[in-house]
């Protein structure tokens, strides 16, 4: 596969997430660094205040020049009032850098899954993959955001105090970096008691959930044997539960904020009185100003060193969110197509030469020692039990899978050696359940096929049986089918599927039991548009109702992977082997 510039194009596993996360936003560094810059600006008055605070209060106190105190009202009212189109700016800068890589993540995802394996596909579940391009990729952005708004502030604040206090008061900052630490330590131990009866009360209320979901749907049962009241009762002890987990952590909510709240009060109104003395007894030179800016500052950096450690959680989760998209981008389970020779014509000629394949970890192979030779425009019907090795054979000639063993031709070509999306182009899939996306029956007939004009559409409904009910729906072909076809029937759409196939005008052609779950009615005209669709092309069709294939030019047999008879419908009833025994079982 020939690799893809940008997000791609990375290692991602077996180094630091943190720097993924750099070679992920390289591209707007500059965007970054200038945001970094708006926001330590914009975000100044928080430092600034007890600074400006101070010199107030000298001001008023010693009873300087009365210009000191306009001019310390004018720098707050300049920072308060820049703040507004700064933070507009920054949030241009920095939201903007983390919604484009986000969407950039996400475009790698949907273009990694479209090159990974069939076999992936089959293993990894569809909600995990969705997972990653949602939610993983939603708690990078929330860790990138948080981080910059939050930390950011935090990191600023803690840098611009200290950075005041050592310039002057230089005799407190030892104070400061002993006791600001120590006291948010002791906050954040107070909030991860909190968490364990918060993970408490979830759990309770899941349980409780659970407990619903059981009652509404145990309910025709409950009211048939008069059991309403034994219902209630288990309904009760959970809402109990809930409740009294909900006291629980609403107290400990309330003994936390009071103590934390006590706590750094009593510490601030401590500081308060140590400066105090100080400066009354002249022990260090300090001014009244100084005393309430050390004490603001106090609160301010608390605060903000118990923000930086509330982090570390969402930060966590980030991270860990960078290596599960690592997961999918880097999997080296996609399929080879790098180098190989495109097919721009196709005849449909499709030959298996002692062909075999075993699935990774299987003790068996699902197919063995296949020999076959279609000619073009022949339909060929796979039959067998279940396991046979059918839907195996029909993923070869598809190239979801190649060979583990033997060779596959295509009009004499070695498929081996040809980029198999360029073959499938010229192929068309009809499977057991027809696949529709949410749309309109135009968009969902002609998908992929943009230059396909109204008639051509109708053409391909006409074919496949299914005009007339498109014609009388209130939109016609404008008529929104709903999520996977929800508004029409399993006959309809599989006639919809049948016009997707006959538009494209494929050479090949797959039917994956396409009328096994149909009623009589509606397979009778599915079979009917089937006819017109397998005309003059090569044809693989999988069927268990063997009264469907009976009409194909050679029906094969199969049985442990193996080809075990291969004739017409009426030789293989003639040998009275395998198809015959089939036969008499489905008639029984």
């Known amino acids: 596969m020939a690799r893809s510039e940008g997000p791609l194009d990375h290692q991602y596993r077996g180094e630091h997430p943190l720097r993924t996360l750099a070679y992920l936003f390289r591209g707007d560094r500059r965007r970054i660094s200038a945001a970094l810059l708006v926001f330590a600006v914009k975000h100044s008055p928080i430092w600034l205040l007890p600074l400006v605070t101070a010199s107030v209060v000298d001001t008023v106190v010693q009873h300087l020049e009365i210009t000191r105190l306009w001019s310390s009202v004018g720098v707050v009212l300049f920072i308060l009032v820049i703040n507004y189109p700064l933070h507009l700016l920054y949030v241009r800068l920095l939201y903007g850098s983390v919604r484009r890589v986000a969407t950039g993540i996400r475009s790698a995802l949907c273009t990694r899954m479209q090159q990974l394996s069939i076999g992936y596909h089959s293993r990894v579940s569809a909600g995990i993959l969705q997972a990653k391009v949602v939610r993983d990729v939603e708690a990078i952005e929330q860790m990138v955001q948080q981080s910059s708004d939050i930390g950011l502030g935090a990191v600023t604040v803690l840098c611009g105090g200290l950075a005041i206090i050592a310039v002057r008061t ?58 309403e009241g034994k219902a209630l009762n288990r309904m009760n002890d959970s809402l ?44 260090w030179a300090i001014t009244p100003g100084d005393v309430v800016m050390l004490s603001a500052f106090l609160t301010t950096l608390t605060n903000s060193t118990t923000t930086l450690l509330g982090l570390a959680p969402v930060i ?9 998209i690592g997961e999918v981008l880097q ?27 075993r699935y990774e970890g299987a003790a068996e192979p699902a197919v063995r020692e296949i020999d076959l030779s279609v000619a073009p425009g022949e339909t060929i019907a796979l039959v067998g039990a279940s396991g046979a090795g ?116 494929p050479k090949v052609l797959i039917l994956d039991e396409a009328t096994s779950a149909l009623d009589t009615r509606s397979e009778a005209l599915v079979q009917q548009a089937l006819a017109r669709l397998v005309r003059g092309r090569t044809t ?49």
Do not use: C
């Open 240 to 283: 109990r539960q809930v409740l009294n987990s909900g006291l629980r952590l609403d107290l400990m909510n309330g003994r936390f904020a009071s103590l934390a709240w006590v706590f750094l009060n009593i510490l601030g109104v401590t500081f308060l009185t140590a400066a105090a003395l100080i400066a009354y007894y002249g022990v």
């Open 540 to 588: 693989f069709v999988v069927a268990h109702r063997l009264s469907t294939v009976r009409n194909a030019d050679r029906i094969v047999v199969m049985d442990g992977g193996a080809i075990r008879e291969v004739g017409s419908h009426a030789e293989l009833l003639a040998r009275g082997g395998l198809y015959t025994a089939l036969q008499h079982g489905q008639a029984a």
């Open 390 to 505: 059918k839907s195996t054979v029909l993923n070869l000639v598809i190239g979801f899978i190649r060979p583990t063993g033997g060779r596959l031709l295509l009009d004499g070509r070695d498929m081996a050696e040809l980029d198999l999306r360029s073959f499938r182009r010229h192929l068309s899939v009809v499977p057991q359940e027809s696949i529709l996306f949410e749309g309109t029956i135009r968009e969902n007939v002609a998908y992929g096929m943009d230059e396909a004009d109204t008639e051509r559409v109708r053409a391909a409904l006409r074919d496949a049986n299914a005009l007339e009910f498109v014609e009388r729906l209130p939109d016609g072909l404008d008529s929104l089918v709903g999520e996977h076809g929800a508004r029409l029937s399993g006959g309809q759409k599989q006639r919809l599927a049948i016009a997707r196939a006959l538009i494209r005008d």
């Open 170 to 227: 230089p005799q407190f900052l030892p104070v400061f970096l002993v006791v600001v630490p120590a006291a948010a330590v002791l906050v954040m131990r107070l909030r991860t008691q909190l968490r364990t009866h918060n993970e408490h009360f979830r759990q309770d209320v899941e349980h409780m959930s659970s407990r619903v979901f059981e009652m509404t749907r145990l309910i025709s049962v409950t009211r048939a044997h008069a059991l």
């Open 316 to 324: 966590t989760k980030g991270l860990e969110s960078v290596r599960s």
């Open 331 to 357: 999997t080296p389970e996609v399929e080879d197509n790098a180098g190989k020779a495109e097919v721009a014509e196709v005849r449909g000629a499709v030959e298996f030469r002692g062909v075999s394949f």
